[in-house]
């Protein structure tokens, strides 16, 4: 394992130089797959500091969670990029799965020597992955957060048709020619598109961060076959399909406006899950993690307070 310390390119404005001083960027080798990590260590160590280990969404990387671990400097964030993703290489074996995926949260624990006092938070694709991964090992960690999770099959209800588009849209990207492919994956003008969907605030300063953040980051893909897999995952599967199996303390962080993952899903999510509790941010959408880091950040500071280690 090689440890540096990383610049970091985003606007000042909206990550702090603290948050530079106290990360650093790794990689590691987990089944011939090199897998890219930042960890993020705690200015001041102390009775409320937990190590917490991110799962970052489809196309994304651990650039879009840096908001939220900056406004939690008391602690320790461990955000690798999802193998497929970032700088971390695909799968050697075996698809890219949500299975496959749990299987790399077990070895990269395992390699860090993480253990069950471990916090884990998943944002949108990474909340399908991180629930499922509780599922079948309720013992691994505690307790679990999710962010704009994926409450309900991607398939049904009014967003269904909109998700059959984007599932031709992945098919026809993976077949065609190979630079006719990434061109369409790749497309400043799709990527522009989504980003203006999903963003909420009237803020111009920080939609054009975030539109600087998804073009910079949105495609860094490691192929087109890798990437059609985790799409296939993240539209296959949900949190409410494993939702009784969560006996942990599970806390919820949801969008009012979120238009991919709705509230009245929720609210239904909430309510099949054993131990747990819905906070709501209002007038944002399915971007938490960039237009409101700080209420985020505050809901999981009290939720872990109330379940300490």
């Given at each position: 394992m090689?440890t540096?310390?990383?610049g970091q390119?985003?606007?000042?404005?909206?990550?702090?130089?603290?948050l530079t001083?106290?990360?650093?960027?790794s990689?590691?080798?987990?089944?011939g797959?090199t897998?890219?990590f930042w960890?993020?260590?705690?200015?001041?160590p102390g009775?409320?500091?937990?190590t917490?280990l991110?799962?970052?969404g489809?196309?994304?990387?651990?650039?879009?969670?840096?908001?939220?671990?900056?406004q939690?400097?008391?602690?320790?964030i461990i955000m690798?990029?999802?193998?497929?993703f970032?700088t971390s290489?695909?799968?050697?074996?075996g698809?890219h799965s949500?299975?496959r995926?749990?299987q790399?949260i077990t070895d990269?624990m395992?390699a860090?020597e993480?253990?069950?006092?471990?916090?884990?938070l998943?944002?949108?694709?990474?909340?399908?992955i991180?629930?499922?991964?509780?599922?079948?090992h309720?013992?691994?960690?505690n307790p679990?957060i999710l962010?704009?999770?994926?409450?309900?099959?991607?398939?049904?209800?009014?967003k269904g048709?909109?998700t059959r588009?984007?599932?031709?849209?992945?098919?026809?990207?993976?077949r065609?020619?190979r630079?006719?492919?990434?061109?369409?994956?790749?497309?400043?003008l799709?990527?522009?598109?989504?980003?203006?969907?999903?963003?909420?605030?009237?803020?111009?300063?920080?939609?054009?961060f975030i539109?600087?953040q998804?073009h910079?980051?949105?495609?860094?893909?490691?192929?087109r076959?890798s990437?059609l897999?985790s799409f296939?995952?993240?539209?296959?599967s949900h949190?409410?399909?494993?939702?009784g199996?969560?006996a942990?303390?599970?806390?919820?962080?949801a969008?009012?406006k979120?238009?991919?993952a709705?509230?009245p899903d929720?609210?239904r999510?909430?309510?099949?899950?054993?131990?747990a509790?819905?906070?709501?941010i209002?007038g944002?959408?399915?971007?938490?993690h960039?237009?409101t880091?700080a209420?985020?950040?505050?809901?999981?500071?009290?939720?872990?307070?109330e379940?300490?280690?």
């Amino acid at each position: 394992m090689k440890t540096t310390t990383p610049g970091q390119s985003a606007a000042p404005a909206y990550i702090s130089p603290g948050l530079t001083e106290r990360t650093a960027a790794s990689t590691m080798e987990l089944d011939g797959t090199t897998v890219a990590f930042w960890t993020c260590e705690p200015l001041r160590p102390g009775p409320a500091t937990r190590t917490i280990l991110v799962i970052h969404g489809f196309r994304g990387d651990h650039h879009g969670l840096l908001r939220v671990a900056d406004q939690l400097p008391e602690m320790r964030i461990i955000m690798p990029d999802l193998p497929g993703f970032g700088t971390s290489g695909p799968f050697q074996s075996g698809p890219h799965s949500v299975e496959r995926y749990g299987q790399f949260i077990t070895d990269f624990m395992a390699a860090l020597e993480l253990g069950p006092d471990t916090v884990l938070l998943g944002h949108s694709f990474g909340s399908i992955i991180a629930a499922h991964f509780v599922a079948d090992h309720p013992s691994a960690v505690n307790p679990l957060i999710l962010i704009n999770p994926i409450a309900a099959p991607a398939l049904e209800g009014p967003k269904g048709i909109m998700t059959r588009l984007a599932v031709l849209y992945y098919r026809l990207a993976a077949r065609l020619p190979r630079p006719l492919g990434l061109a369409l994956l790749r497309s400043p003008l799709i990527v522009r598109v989504m980003s203006e969907a999903m963003a909420k605030t009237r803020d111009r300063n920080l939609r054009r961060f975030i539109h600087g953040q998804h073009h910079a980051y949105f495609s860094a893909f490691a192929n087109r076959d890798s990437l059609l897999e985790s799409f296939t995952a993240s539209v296959s599967s949900h949190v409410a399909e494993v939702a009784g199996r969560l006996a942990l303390p599970v806390l919820l962080i949801a969008g009012e406006k979120d238009e991919i993952a709705t509230l009245p899903d929720q609210h239904r999510l909430v309510a099949l899950l054993p131990d747990a509790e819905l906070k709501v941010i209002p007038g944002v959408g399915h971007l938490i993690h960039y237009e409101t880091p700080a209420p985020a950040a505050n809901y999981i500071r009290s939720f872990l307070q109330e379940h300490p280690a």
